[in-house]
Every structure is written in C-alpha cells, then in structure tokens.
C-alpha cells in the first residue's frame, strides 16, 4: 500500500511539474469528468485555447491508476520532507476543498527534484479511479 500512495503521489507531481500553462480554475461549471456530456474529457482542448494541449494529451486527467499504462515506480527512494508552519487558507470551492499555504510552507523532494508547497486540493468525487471506481 505504502508503494501505491507514494506512486500516485509521483504521478501527480510529474505532472504538474511538467505544465507550462496550468490554469487552476476557481469555477468548474465549464468542465467535468462525464465522458459524452460535451464538457467531458475528450472535449476539454476545445472549450478553451489555453487548454488546446488536452486535445494531445495520452494520459490525464481523470486517470485510473490501475491502468496497464500506470506504472509502479519503486526505486525512487524514500520521500525528503521539509516542512515549514505556515499561515493557510481552506476554501471549499464547491468542487474540491483547496488549502493554499500564504508563506513559505517548505518542500517536497522526489528523486531529486525539489516541489515547492503552494496549495493542494481534493476532488469530490475523485478525479481519479482504481479499477474504474472512484
């Protein structure tokens, strides 16, 4: 299980370590996650321009982690912590429930590769599955 979280946390930093235009919306009446809804997924590199890239992507969002595609990293070590107290804000934004750190909260290391914490947030329902389940 241990190697599970710690691989889906890997996928999810590679991949928004990678964006050069993410654009964290604050109102997801434009999109969702419903294949054939004309909102869904395979419609999204149409709704704006700057999320054109959608139309080329192989393997976003929503993403079920138990796909053959999905690879188990294991040899990335343990997870570096650098955590630092901070000030935050919570905000339910109606679709996820965001904290963003107002200071410097401190860094995650993965194989290297320093992430600064600027906020996370969670979905409800899931974005992602396992075996097709939320």
């Known amino acids: 299980m241990n190697i599970f979280c710690y691989s889906l946390l890997v996928l999810l930093l590679a ?3 990678r964006l ?4 964290e919306v ?3 009446k434009e999109f969702d996650y419903i294949k054939g809804s004309g909102k869904g997924p395979e419609d999204w590199g149409d ?5 054109r890239l ?40 109606g679709h996820d429930i965001m ?3 107002v200071d410097d909260a401190g860094s995650i290391n993965v194989n ?6 600027k906020q996370c947030h969670w ?12």
Request: hydrophobic residues 20%; proline residues 4%.
């Open 99 to 101: 904290l963003k750190w």
């Open 26 to 28: 604050e109102d997801e």
């Open 123 to 134: 979905h409800s329902p899931s974005e992602h599955t396992i075996n097709g389940r939320r």
């Open 54 to 93: 959608c139309k080329n992507g192989e393997m976003q969002s929503p993403i079920d982690l138990m796909h053959e595609r999905v690879q188990v990293v294991s040899h990335l070590g343990r997870l570096k912590r650098s955590y630092k107290p901070s000030n935050a804000t919570l905000k339910n934004r």
């Open 15 to 17: 991949s928004h370590s």
């Open 20 to 23: 050069t235009t993410s654009q």
């Open 112 to 117: 290297g590769t320093e992430y600064e914490l």
């Open 47 to 51: 709704i704006h321009e700057d999320w």
